[in-house]
């Protein structure tokens, strides 16, 4: 099915600001751009034009849909911020721009990226975990790029770091098209999750 299912009407997009790729990850930037738009939800980001960000906007943008960027002030004066998108929302900070691009959003999916894209998706997942963001978290999983960060997260469960259902708060996919379904599939999830939030020792 090409349709998102119906709770999911805005989704959040973590994306890498490099131009310097295989392009492997433009296809797929290109690609959930093109799935997300036809599927008629809104996408929120980080608001940049350069790298996978803008490679994934453009397309949404072309398949006519509802592109927000989030961006700060710092960086849209040094021109990185996209100019064609239905909604370009200038804040204050870093920090600022994180709460706001997951403040109202269903779904969180997460193309490959760097040290800005893996802080966005650990904040987002240490908030689930909290039972702070309830949607499901997808990663995109180009030429296996997230293998080892989910392969150390499964590790921090293992060493006791984390418990067994904190597994549970995200999905990998390899193709694009695949996250409309993940969606569906994603783990129910509630604000109870902060009860187990903590590992604690069997009594
Ligand atoms: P990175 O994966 O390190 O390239 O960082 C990309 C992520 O950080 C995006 O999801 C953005 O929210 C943010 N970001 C980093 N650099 C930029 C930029 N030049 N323009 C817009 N957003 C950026």
Redesign the pocket.
């Known amino acids: 099915m090409n349709t998102a299912p119906g709770h999911i009407r805005r989704v959040t997009v ?5 131009n310097a790729l295989a392009t492997d990850y433009y296809a797929a930037a290109e690609r959930l751009g093109e799935v997300l738009g036809k599927a008629g939800v809104e996408i929120v ?4 034009r ?2 996978l ?1 803008g490679a994934m906007a453009d397309r949404a943008l072309a398949e006519g849909a509802h592109v927000h960027g989030v ?1 700060p002030d710092f ?1 849209n004066t040094v021109e ?2 996209h100019a064609g998108l239905t909604r370009l929302e200038v804040v204050k900070d870093m920090r600022e ?1 994180k709460h706001l ?1 997951i403040a109202n959003s269903d779904a969180v999916i997460a193309l490959p ?6 802080e ?1 998706l650990l904040e987002v997942i240490t908030l689930k975990r909290l039972g702070q963001f309830l949607g499901p978290i997808v990663m995109l999983n180009t030429r296996g790029y997230y293998d080892r960060l989910t392969g150390f997260l499964e590790n921090a469960v293992a060493e006791s770091f984390m418990a067994d259902q904190h597994l549970k708060m995200w999905s990998l996919v390899d193709e694009p098209i695949q996250v409309l379904q993940a969606f569906r599939d994603a783990s129910a999830w509630s604000t109870d999750a902060r009860h187990f939030a903590a590992v604690r020792t069997p009594s």
């Open positions: 973590y994306a890498s600001s490099s980001y980080g608001g940049g350069v790298g960000m961006i960086l990185h911020g721009r691009m990226g760097g040290s800005g894209t893996l966005e």
